[in-house]
């Protein structure tokens, strides 16, 4: 059974910045394609980031340029560094593995204007 699980969210104003993790307890991290989703109240879910286990990433137009998502196969943990972080970047960010075969349980990204 895949668990993950994310940490690193929190309150923060306009223009600052927030480091999400999400650690993995697989074998398999390496090779899986890793994600991040947000929803914010009211709204539906939807994609933020994603990397491939070669690296490769793809970024939502809403965050690119300002979010980056990077991951660390030794340690089998996937990172999404957010800067530029604007009020309507508020939601419950979650960590997903393989597409949407798992999720985590979720943090909570809150931005004050």
């Known amino acids: 059974q895949v668990q993950l699980v994310e940490s690193g969210g929190g309150l923060v104003q306009a223009g600052g910045s927030l480091r999400l993790s999400c650690a993995a307890s697989?074998?398999?991290?390496?090779?899986?394609?890793m994600g991040w989703y947000r929803q914010a109240p009211g709204k539906q879910r939807e994609l933020v980031a994603t990397?491939?286990?070669?690296?490769?990433?793809n970024y939502a137009d809403s965050v690119k340029g300002r979010f980056t998502i990077s991951r660390d196969n030794a340690k089998k943990t996937v990172y999404l560094q957010m800067n530029s972080l604007k009020p309507e970047d508020t939601a419950i960010y979650y960590c997903?593995?393989?597409?949407?075969?798992?999720w985590g349980q979720g943090t909570q990204v809150t931005v004050s204007s």
């Open positions: 997903t593995m393989g597409g949407s075969d798992y």
């Open positions: 990397i491939t286990g070669g690296g490769s990433t």
């Open positions: 697989t074998t398999i991290f390496s090779i899986k394609p």
